[in-house]
């Protein structure tokens, strides 16, 4: 009897024993090991993977030409562009992005030509209210901004024989550097008020106000009577002009003088200030 219940005692223990250490190995989960149980995955982790996916999907960005727009500001840099018939298309601006403006974002509104804009002015213009626009964009950022005119105006420029640089192919006026790069920039000759635009860059308007760009090169004749720069013995028998530097030019056109212009291929030839 004894000796039974001395095996009885020994294969209780035995048993027991068997049963803890199950529960010991059921009670151990991954996480020892540094893995997570399956189905708990991190929200983080999974939040960051579908961050990164997008990013990855959105990282060739848009490329095309979005024509008739409407742009407006979204963030600083970032902007989105409106076009009848199409999905809002954001977009970035970078330093090359080229602006021009007809009186919106920057130039005058009378303007035959589109004035060259800095992307603060962009900026500026777009938190006051939408512009109509024309978007270029690669990879999702613009190459080019430009803002369309309310009406198609005429062709002709100031009081010159021949002031076109209208291009027909796209329905809009060139700028003064895209004409002159095509060489077909405007020509003729200009009487009325001189104004700086930017450096080696001035506007000459006409009796009725409306401005022509022009450019100055190296062998652009300035002559002086005093407006320009100073002169002396101008008068009837005197020696007349002189000639003037282009930053004489310059500070003066930021005044503003009125002088006249001859302008070949969007190039000033002559600027003569009236006497």
């Known amino acids: 009897m004894n000796r039974r219940l001395r095996q009885a005692v020994v294969a209780t223990a035995a048993l027991t024993a068997g049963l803890l250490m199950t529960a010991c190995q059921n009670g151990t989960d991954d996480s020892s090991s540094g893995k997570s149980p399956k189905g708990s995955a991190s929200p983080v982790a999974s939040a960051e993977k579908a961050s990164d996916a997008k ?10 030409s979005f024509k008739n727009g409407k742009v407006t500001y979204l963030a ?15 977009f970035w601006v970078a330093d090359d992005t080229e602006v021009y403006g007809v009186g919106t974002i920057c130039g005058e509104a009378g303007s035959k030509v589109d004035a060259p804009c800095t992307l603060d002015q962009l900026e500026a213009a777009l938190e006051k209210g939408a512009v109509n626009a024309d978007v270029e964009m690669k990879n999702g950022a613009a190459t ?121 291929n969007g190039i000033a030839t002559t600027i003569t200030d009236d006497h």
């Open 55 to 64: 990013n990855a999907k959105s990282s060739k960005g848009v490329s095309g």
């Open 76 to 90: 600083p840099g970032k902007y989105i562009v409106s076009v009848p018939g199409k999905e809002d298309q954001q």
């Open 144 to 264: 080019l901004v430009t803002e369309r005119r309310a009406a198609q105006q005429d062709t002709g420029s100031g009081s010159g024989s021949s002031g076109s640089d209208s291009d027909s192919s796209s329905g809009r006026d060139e700028s003064v550097v895209e004409g002159v790069n095509k060489g077909k920039g405007v020509n003729g000759t200009w009487f009325g008020n001189v104004s700086y635009l930017a450096p080696g860059k001035y506007t000459v308007s006409d009796m009725k106000g409306t401005e022509q760009q022009f450019l100055v090169a190296d062998d652009t004749k300035i002559m002086g009577y005093d407006d320009i720069c100073d002169a002396v013995n101008t008068g009837p028998g005197g020696e007349g002009g002189v000639e003037c530097t282009e930053a004489q030019l310059e500070a003066a056109a930021k005044k503003g003088f009125s002088a006249e212009v001859e302008i070949s």
